[in-house]
């Protein structure tokens, strides 16, 4: 592994710890019991804003920063788990080195591409407003304007918080043989 691969896990890893800790002061369990797993399905949809960074592709270094909007429609069975369905639109520019088969010249520009997915989430509520998440997303991503039209295989997994109607989270996300980090914060409703 890269020293800068193992750097981001250890991070996420020190994130979800010190969330943890910052979340027990005051705990829920002290006001009520929380910790029931009774399915009481509700509404819960999100409208995001993202980016994510570079990725290389078949060996090539490649420039492929992304920034997006994306919303998630869904429900919440209860307030530990959450499953719904998300469409995401990257708005990004292909600039490979000029290394055969690919040439800058022949890929460079504005490009544009749509994802589809299910999304499903564990959470964990500390308080009433904090709570620590841990996000997986699965679905296709299919190109709209200069990129290519075949869909490829799209996953995204990562952890994050939810702070009152905010959401924070960060991870890695695959397009077919390309993987990247991103990170998204978004407004729940």
């Known amino acids: 592994m890269k020293p800068r691969r193992i750097g981001f896990l250890i991070f996420q890893v020190l994130l979800i710890i010190v969330m943890c800790f910052i979340g027990h002061i005051p705990a829920k369990a ?26 290389k592709v078949q060996g ?13 429609q869904g429900v919440a069975l209860n307030e530990f788990l959450e499953f719904g369905l998300g469409v995401d639109i990257d ?24 994802k589809e997915f299910v999304d499903a989430r564990g959470r ?37 918080i939810e702070w009152g109607h905010f959401t924070f989270y960060t991870g890695l996300q695959s397009f077919a043989s390309a993987n990247s980090w991103f990170a998204r914060v978004a407004v729940n409703f």
Do not use: W
Not at 94 to 113: I, N, Q, T, V, W
Not at 137 to 142: E, F, K, P, R
């Open 60 to 72: 090539f270094d490649t420039y492929l920063q992304r920034v997006g909007i994306g919303t998630v």
């Open 124 to 160: 964990y509520p500390f308080t009433d407003s904090f709570a620590v998440i841990l996000d997986l997303g699965l679905g296709l991503s299919h190109g709209l304007l200069h990129y290519t039209t075949q869909p490829v295989f799209f996953c995204q997994f990562g952890p994050g």
């Open 91 to 114: 708005f990004y520019t292909h600039y490979y080195k000029d290394k055969e088969p690919y040439k800058s010249a022949d890929l460079s520009g504005f490009r544009m591409s749509m």
């Open 30 to 55: 002290e006001t009520k019991d929380y910790h029931s797993f009774v399915i009481a399905p509700r509404y819960k949809g999100e409208v995001s804003l993202y980016y994510g960074t570079s990725a």
